[in-house]
C-alpha cells in the first residue's frame, strides 16, 4: 500500500521540483513572460487586475511598499525581507510617477536606429530612407558597418554611390562615426566634425592615417620618427586624440542610458532585488524588497473549479489538466518567492558590512554553506543567484552572484595599492605587499585580478607617467 501511494506521488513531485528548478533560474523579466504565457494558455489560470500584496494579499492603494509585510515585526532579527510589487520600485525622492511634471519623467528607451533617423529625418530623401533603416540594422554593437558598401549595394539593389552618400549621411549623426568600416575610420570621421585649426588636429590626423597600428600599441618614439616630429608633439597629439574621440561610437550610445551595451551581463536597469535603508531608523535594520514580476494576485479560477462539477465526460478530462497545470504553478511561484525570502534574509545578515562599507568588507561565503543553512540544494542557491541583480543603498545596480565572489575584497585592495603607489609596482610586488597583510596570493593570481580590474601593468604604468610627466 505505501509503495502504491508513493509511485502514484512521484509524478506530481517530480513535476512541482523541476518546474520550481526552472521558475527560480528565471530573472523577473523573464518570469513576467512565462507567466504571461501560461495566463493566455491555461483558462484555469486568473490573474486578478489589482495592485495587491504579493505576500500577504492585501489590497496597495499606493506606490509604496506593503504596510504589513515592510513592519519589522518583534520576533525577527536581521533585515526586512518582503516581497513587494514591480510598480514599487520608484524615484528615490519618494514622488509619485503620476505627480512629476513632464519635463521630469524617464525618457523611454530608444533604439539607436530610431535616434538616428530621428536626426536625419530632414536630409534623407524618401527613396533613400528604406536604404538607411537597411544599413543602420547593418551595424554590429560598436556601430561599424557588418558589410562593404558595394555588398550592402548589390543586396538592396542600389548604386554603390547612393550607399556610400548615405553612409556618409549615417556616419555624421550623433554618435559620429558610425557605419564605418573600423576604429581608424571612425576617429577620422569624427576629427573631420572638430572644428579645431590647431596643428595638434593636423598631427593627430597624419598619426591616424599613417602610423595607426603604432599609436595603438603606443610607440610615441617611432611615431615621432616616421612622421619627422618632436616626441612631445606625439604625447599631446595622443592624448588630444584620447579626450576628443572615440573609436568605437555605439558605445557612446550605451552610456546615454538610451541602450544598454549589447551582450554585457553587468548592465542592468531594472533589478530584481533592491536594498534600502529603513525609513524609520537609518542605523536600524536594511530592508530588503524583493520584486515580483506581475502587479496582481495570480491564482487558480474559482469559476472554472466550480465548472468542473457540471462538465461533461468529453471536456472533463481536459478541464481536469488545465486545472492541475494552474494549481501546479501557482504552488511553484509561491516556493520561488519562498526561497528568494530566505536566501536574502540570511545574506543581507552575513554582508550587511558589504552592503553599507564596500567590497573590503565582502565575508568569505560559498553556495554549499548558503545551502546548508536555508535547508536547500547547493543547486538549488546557483539557481536562485542565476540571472539576479540586486540595488544597493549607494544606488549601485551588481549581479547578486557578486555576494559570493571571494576575490572582490582582495581585487579592491590590489586598486588601493596601485592607486596610492609612488612608483608602479610589478606583481610580485604588489604580492608581497598582500602577504604582509596576511593575504596569501600567488603572483599570477594578482595579474589575473590586476586585468579583470583594468589596470594596466606595471611597465604600461609607467610609460604613462612618463607620458604625462612629459
Request: charged residues 25%.
Amino acid at each position: 500500500m505505501l509503495q502504491i501511494q508513493d509511485q502514484s506521488l512521484r509524478p506530481l513531485t517530480t513535476a512541482h521540483l523541476a518546474q520550481t528548478m526552472s521558475l527560480l533560474v528565471l530573472s523577473n523579466q523573464e518570469l513576467r513572460d512565462r507567466v504571461l504565457a501560461e495566463l493566455s494558455s491555461n483558462p484555469a489560470l486568473e490573474l486578478l487586475d489589482e495592485r495587491v500584496c504579493p505576500e500577504c494579499h492585501r489590497p496597495l492603494r499606493s506606490a509604496s511598499p506593503c504596510p504589513v509585510c515592510s513592519r519589522k515585526r518583534a520576533s525577527e532579527d536581521g533585515p526586512i525581507v518582503f516581497l513587494s510589487p514591480r510598480e514599487s520600485l520608484r524615484p528615490r525622492s519618494g514622488a509619485r510617477f503620476q505627480e512629476e511634471p513632464m519635463e521630469t519623467e524617464p525618457a523611454a528607451p530608444e533604439d539607436l536606429a530610431i535616434h538616428i533617423l530621428r536626426q536625419l529625418a530632414s536630409d534623407l530623401a524618401p527613396e533613400d530612407r528604406p536604404l538607411a533603416i537597411y544599413i543602420l540594422a547593418s551595424l554590429d554593437e560598436d556601430g561599424f558597418l557588418r558589410d562593404h558598401p558595394a555588398l550592402i549595394a548589390k543586396a538592396t539593389r542600389s548604386s554603390l554611390d547612393r550607399v556610400q552618400r548615405v553612409i556618409a549621411l549615417i556616419s555624421t549623426a550623433d554618435p559620429v562615426g558610425l557605419a564605418t568600416l573600423g576604429p581608424r575610420q571612425a576617429l577620422l570621421a569624427q576629427l573631420d566634425q572638430i572644428q579645431h585649426e590647431q596643428p595638434i588636429a593636423t598631427l593627430a590626423r597624419r598619426m591616424l592615417e599613417q602610423t595607426f597600428e603604432e599609436l595603438g600599441r603606443r610607440e610615441f618614439d617611432k611615431i615621432a620618427h616616421l612622421l619627422g616630429v618632436r616626441p612631445r608633439q606625439v604625447h599631446d597629439a595622443a592624448a588630444f586624440i584620447h579626450a576628443n574621440l572615440n573609436p568605437y561610437p555605439a558605445r557612446a550610445y550605451w552610456g546615454s542610458g538610451r541602450q544598454a551595451a549589447p551582450g554585457d551581463p553587468n548592465v542592468y536597469h531594472q533589478p530584481d532585488i533592491m536594498i534600502s535603508h529603513n525609513p524609520v531608523d537609518e542605523g536600524g535594520p536594511l530592508m530588503v524588497e524583493i520584486f515580483s514580476p506581475i502587479s496582481g494576485w495570480l491564482r487558480v479560477n474559482p469559476l472554472f473549479r466550480k465548472a468542473m462539477v457540471t462538465a461533461g465526460e468529453s471536456t472533463s478530462e481536459e478541464w481536469s489538466e488545465h486545472l492541475e497545470k494552474a494549481s501546479l504553478f501557482v504552488k511553484c511561484i509561491q516556493q520561488r518567492n519562498n526561497t528568494m525570502r530566505k536566501l536574502m534574509q540570511l545574506m543581507v545578515s552575513q554582508q550587511r558590512d558589504f552592503i553599507l562599507k564596500g567590497p573590503r568588507h565582502l565575508k568569505p561565503m560559498t553556495r554549499a554553506q548558503v545551502a546548508e543553512a536555508i535547508g536547500v540544494h547547493e543547486s538549488t542557491v546557483s539557481r536562485a543567484v542565476a540571472n539576479k541583480s540586486v540595488a544597493l543603498p549607494d544606488g549601485r545596480i551588481i549581479p547578486l552572484a557578486k555576494f559570493f565572489d571571494r576575490s572582490l575584497s582582495v581585487r579592491d585592495r590590489i586598486k588601493e595599492i596601485v592607486r596610492n603607489e609612488q612608483k608602479p609596482l610589478t606583481d610580485d610586488e604588489i604580492a608581497s605587499q598582500l602577504r604582509k597583510e596576511g593575504v596569501k596570493i600567488a603572483r599570477r593570481t594578482v595579474a589575473k585580478y590586476r586585468a579583470m580590474e583594468g589596470i594596466l601593468p606595471a611597465r604600461l604604468r609607467a610609460a604613462r607617467q612618463l607620458s604625462q610627466a612629459a
